[in-house]
């Protein structure tokens, strides 16, 4: 049965700890990437990465790091610098569609809750 | 850069009611544009997708069109259930390949019997 994993489903930390968030997927996807949630926020880009050893900065990238060193693996650590890491933390892989639409296919989310 | 706007919600129908979600966009050459949906304390699930203009995407009822002329991707269904109860999000990929989505804030739907 195909698809992206994410765990924990609920994780809780101390302020000033890093904590590591898991994704896994077995679509045989290229593309993965890391989204943030926030209360009438939408999603917005953390990290991604297109191929196995490269990844790039989204659009809120500071206070986190990533690494991609297996196909089907892509966690994104979330650090001591990040200034509001409480949020609902979301994993996606893409392969090209048809007609290169780059359609996303989505874990079931990490709510993580710093105190 | 690349931007979508939908309607705020929450929005509040009767059941079978019809329904209009509307997002517009602005984009750099020729995105794909897509709905999701999420329910409660869950991921997001591809509703449906267009890749160039006047295409229309639909799954389960739901449909958008692709409207380039008035850079628009509505989403509607004509008979709406207590199942559709969620929220909506409309996004869009650059034309330039992997490199992530840009979503809307999400609009609220609730369906009431």
């Known amino acids: 049965d195909g698809g992206i994993t994410q765990s924990p489903k609920y994780l809780f930390r101390k302020e000033g700890q890093n904590v590591t968030l898991s994704c896994e997927q077995n679509?045989?996807?290229?593309?993965m990437y890391w989204y943030r949630q926030d209360p009438g926020q939408g999603l917005r880009l953390i990290y991604y990465?297109?191929?196995?050893?490269?990844?790039q900065k989204g659009d809120i990238a500071e206070g986190y790091s990533v690494s991609r060193e297996k196909k089907e693996s892509f966690p994104l650590t979330v650090t001591s610098a990040q200034k509001n890491p409480t949020a609902f933390y979301l994993c996606?892989?893409?392969?090209?569609?048809?007609?290169?639409?780059?359609?996303?296919?989505f874990g079931p989310g990490t709510r993580l809750t710093v105190t | 850069g690349n931007s979508v706007t939908q309607m705020e919600g929450p929005v509040t129908l009767s059941e079978e009611a019809f329904l209009t979600i509307n997002c517009t966009y602005t984009?750099?050459?020729?995105?794909?544009l897509f709905w999701y949906v999420q329910y409660p304390g869950e991921g997001l699930q591809l509703l449906l997708k267009?890749?160039?203009?006047?295409d229309k995407g639909s799954n389960k009822g739901f449909e958008a069109t692709y409207r380039k002329e008035t850079t628009s991707f509505h989403l509607e269904k004509g008979s709406v259930q207590v199942s559709d109860s969620a929220v909506y999000f409309c996004?869009?990929?650059?034309?330039?390949?992997?490199?992530?989505?840009?979503f809307g804030k999400g609009t609220h739907l609730i369906i009431q019997p």
């Open positions: 990465s297109q191929i196995v050893n490269d990844f």
């Open positions: 996606a892989s893409s392969v090209a569609g048809t007609s290169g639409s780059y359609e996303q296919y």
């Open positions: 267009a890749t160039k203009a006047d």
């Open positions: 996004a869009l990929s650059g034309g330039g390949g992997a490199d992530g989505l840009t």
């Open positions: 679509l045989n996807h290229d593309a």
């Open positions: 984009a750099t050459g020729y995105p794909s």
